[in-house]
């Protein structure tokens, strides 16, 4: 059975930084693309980074670009979400993903294993 579980989410003050982690389990991910999306109140579930895990590929939403950063640790089946100078609008419930992907990293349909979330939350 598939696993994916975040941690490290957490209250932060603006331009503060936290690193979300997703622990992954249950299969061999090497063929996947591991992404993380966030769900603001009221709002839809957005894109935020994705990662492929043969080859390192990496992508970002125009909002988070050069802020946050995803990396992955073979050894521990584990991505991250480095995050840096946060904004109030990057508060969020954060959730990670993963799915072979027929189609664009963006796209949260085309996904198909989800995490059960971690809240961040910014203050100003």
């Known amino acids: 059975q598939v696993q994916l579980v975040e941690s490290g989410g957490g209250l932060v003050q603006t331009g503060g930084s936290l690193r979300l982690s997703c622990a992954a389990s249950g299969r061999t991910f090497s063929s996947y693309v591991m992404g993380w999306f966030r769900q603001a109140p009221g709002k839809e579930r957005e894109f935020v980074a994705a990662?492929?895990?043969?080859?390192?590929?990496?992508y970002y939403a125009d909002s988070v670009k050069g802020r946050f950063t995803i990396s992955r640790d073979d050894a521990k089946n584990t991505v991250y979400l480095q995050m840096n100078s946060l904004k109030p609008e990057d508060t969020a419930v954060y959730y990670c993903a993963a799915g072979a992907l027929i189609g664009g990293v963006t796209t949260r349909s085309n996904y198909d294993y989800w995490g059960q979330g971690t809240q961040v939350t910014v203050s100003s």
């Open positions: 990662i492929r895990w043969s080859g390192g590929s990496t």
